[in-house]
């Protein structure tokens, strides 16, 4: 019987796994990997680390630091959770594995462009096509960026990238979801928004190229993807927590889901995606995890 099982080993479920370790409690995370953490090719905005960090180096550190305290890590994936008489059953696919609390650090998995799915893991890694201006909008200062999504999402991102440069473009890959009133106010706020969809999406050794339907071929220094997330919210809904609209889980101030002993920390629950937000909704799910278990 663990006193936590730990879903996912991102910032948020390595933070946890390391406060859990320090409280002395027998902790175990499940990581199935790849998540977002895994593919940020340099992070510049946390603390610690003003040269910055690679994603992949970050968790390294993040899994030494909570094996040093006895977090049990482990590699697999979580197919179903359970409610029992003493807390919760896992299963792993191997045995079940039983635990007083859980939490959940599952993250979300960004919807991506049409593009071979290697062309885009490399243009990622070489910050040709990015995902979020808040982590990374001070890298592509000066330089030509593409938005893509032609719908609120798209359109404040296009807002948030024209601080840093004076050639933004908004794009789409289908119909456009603006109004005509979004759309002049975007315009006037220098934002060229291209209402004709892409017809072809590619990737040169420093460009992204978008070539438009019945338009011209347009290059950008770096394309920035608005269009959408999905969180891994599956398990949390299967054990009946709520969710938001968006499927993220709803949580109370001490991270706590809708079920009791069931946790949820990081990208997963609906709020500011960042390294620092997962890291703190984690100290402050392991802190009262702790407590509860205390009392
Ligand atoms: C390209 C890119 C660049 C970014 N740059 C920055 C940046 O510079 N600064 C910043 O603060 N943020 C940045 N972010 C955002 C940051 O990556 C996320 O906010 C952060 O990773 C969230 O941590 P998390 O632990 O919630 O989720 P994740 O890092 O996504 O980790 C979730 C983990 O849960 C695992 N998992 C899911 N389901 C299961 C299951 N059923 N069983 C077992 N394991 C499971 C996944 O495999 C994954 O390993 C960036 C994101 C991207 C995509």
Partial sequence: MYDCVIIGGGPAGLTAATYLGRFLRRTLLVDAGGGRAARIPRTHNLLGFPEGISGEELLLRMHQHAAR??????????????RAETGFVVDMGARPVEARTLLLAQGVTNHQPRLAAEVHDHAVSRGL?????????????GKSVAVLGCSDHGAAE???IRRYSDTVALLTQEASQLSGSD?????????????????TLSVSDDAILASLVDGPSLRFDTLYVALGTSARSELARMAGAELSASGCIIVDEHQQTTIDGLFAAGDIVEGLDQIAVAAGQA???ATA???RLSG
């Fill in 69 to 82: 305290y006895g977090a049990e890590l482990v590699s697999g994936i979580v197919h179903n959770i359970a």
């Fill in 129 to 141: 096509i990015r995902y979020c201006p808040v982590c990374d909008g001070f890298e592509v200062r």
């Fill in 158 to 160: 296009a807002r948030f």
């Fill in 183 to 199: 759309e002049g106010d975007l315009v006037r706020s220098g934002i060229v928004v291209q209402r004709a969809p892409i017809h």
């Fill in 283 to 285: 100290a402050k799910a």
């Fill in 289 to 291: 995890i702790h407590n």
